[in-house]
């Protein structure tokens, strides 16, 4: 009966592992230690909490939300490409069907930087042609839990 009781522990310890839920990553120096340490890391970024640039100047972004997971990456310690700040950068490719656009590449390029900021860029390429369609950059925040960032982090 004991051990009985002892290997229904372990089974819960173990299956709370593999089951477990993803865990939030708060700030760049936790997304970099995870990183290094081979751990996956996905992005789920919230357009609508994000400040959105373009050429007509800063503008509220819609509700909309996006993901992606940061492999491939890049890290730059400052100062390694005249760089100010140290970063971590990561782009994904995917061909999509846009309702005004139609058939195009969504080019999305981030960069999470060692202040917990982050810089986002999208473009919008023309499946045939590669003609940008459109193009947006985003400023936002690594979400701590607490401050409320456009951008969350989970391993």
């Keep these: 009966m004991i051990r009985l009781k002892i290997t229904i522990c372990i089974l819960l310890i173990f299956s709370s592992h593999a089951f477990g839920q993803k865990k939030r990553i708060d700030s760049f120096t936790e997304l970099y230690n995870n990183l290094i340490q081979g751990e996956n890391v996905s992005v789920i970024i919230e357009y609508g909490k994000a400040i959105l640039i373009s050429d007509s100047g800063i503008t509220k972004s819609i509700d909309a939300i996006g993901g992606m997971s940061l492999l491939p990456f890049e890290f730059f310690p ?5 760089n100010e700040k ?7 490719t995917t061909l999509i069907s846009h309702y005004r656009y139609g058939t195009v590449y969504n080019y999305v390029k981030i960069r999470l930087y060692e202040d917990d900021t982050v810089e986002i860029i999208v473009n919008y390429f023309d499946s045939v042609t590669f003609a940008i369609k459109m193009k947006e950059m985003f400023r936002a925040q690594i979400n701590s839990t607490n401050n409320g960032g456009a951008v969350s982090l989970f391993k």
């Excluded at 400052?78 to 005249?82: D, N, Q, T, V």
């Excluded at 140290?86 to 994904?92: D, E, W």
């Design 78 to 82: 400052k100062g390694s490409i005249r």
């Design 86 to 92: 140290a970063f971590i950068s990561s782009s994904t």
